[in-house]
């Protein structure tokens, strides 16, 4: 069965979703995105989505394609039409078709496309497995706390873990670790601290790394927020990811070294109960 697309106030079959080839999307990367995992039918923790397309979309000088009341009710309408209880939902804005530019067209219209896609994201295997990831280095501009459709180097470096037999990649930069390739990495010091980096320009500012540090802290949990090292991590009790497909995610190694015994740890896999648990008050 088709899904549903939204594209520009459309909901049509997707073999019927079209979006110009002059979209500065497609010519520019001259766009931004937010994904929400939806459980029980329920976005999670989409206020806190739709705040952040407002900051890339400000960053970036861009118009929102109309009020974020009326995003919201696209993305509600999506979930009916597409009748998803569990899985994710894409949404997608650029700055709209106009002649190749490089500078920014004048009354331009921003295009607003969404797409679902349906997926079990309660019950991951990988959260009993664990990831395995390398460390590459971080090539990405310094603009990463905007949620730009630029992925081509995340897109990269995933295929560079896939070819190493690894799952995934964590970037670094002057030695230590910025993030992950789509989360936010942090470790688990000996003591049971969460370590995860500051919030800058180097870092996306993660959703879902806002709420585990507000759960973590509700529980007295130490969270410090610093760069740390590959080494640093290596020598971690645990380690994990955060995002919002993914929620919370062990790291069972990095290039090659185990973390702890190579197993998941009780911490990581105590965040990712509380996070589940707690979903559904985001
Ligand atoms: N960093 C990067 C580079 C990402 O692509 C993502 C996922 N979009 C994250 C962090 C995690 O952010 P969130 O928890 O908002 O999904």
Redesign the pocket.
């Known amino acids: 069965m088709s899904r549903i697309v939204y594209v520009n106030g459309d909901y049509v079959p997707e073999e019927e979703a079209k979006i110009s080839v002059f979209d500065r999307g497609f010519l520019f990367a001259d766009g931004v995105y937010e ?1 929400s995992s939806v459980i029980d039918g329920r976005l999670i923790d989409n206020g806190a ?1 739709l705040e ?1 397309l407002k900051r890339s979309l400000d960053e970036l000088g861009m118009d929102a394609p109309c009020p974020l009341e009326e995003v919201e009710a696209v993305q509600m309408e999506m979930l009916k039409r597409n009748d998803l209880t569990e899985g994710l939902l894409y949404l997608q804005v650029t700055r709209g078709a106009a002649d190749r530019d490089f500078n920014y067209p004048k009354g331009a219209k921003p295009s607003l496309v969404m797409f679902t896609q349906a997926k079990k994201v309660t019950e991951n295997p990988a959260a009993d497995k664990g990831l395995s990831v390398i460390t590459l280095p971080d090539l990405r501009w310094h603009r ?1 706390d905007i ?1 730009t459709v630029q992925l081509l180097y ?1 897109s990269m470096c995933k295929e560079e873990a896939k070819a190493k037999g690894a799952d995934d990649a964590w970037l670094v930069e002057d030695g230590q670790v910025t ?6 990495a942090w470790i688990v010091l000996e003591d049971g601290t969460l370590v995860t980096r500051q919030l800058s320009n180097d ?2 500012h ?4 806002r709420a585990v540090m507000r759960f973590a802290r509700e529980r007295q949990i130490k969270v410090e927020e610093r760069p740390f090292t590959v080494e640093e991590a290596q020598d971690a009790k645990e380690a994990f990811v ?4 993914a929620f919370v995610m062990p790291v069972v190694s990095i290039d090659g070294a185990p973390i702890g015994d190579g197993k998941v740890g009780e911490t990581v896999k105590g965040l990712r109960k509380i996070y589940l648990d707690e979903a559904g008050r985001l």
């Open positions: 994904v989505h952040r990463r949620k995340p993030e992950g390739t789509s989360n936010n870092i996306l993660g959703i879902t790394r955060t995002s919002a497909s």
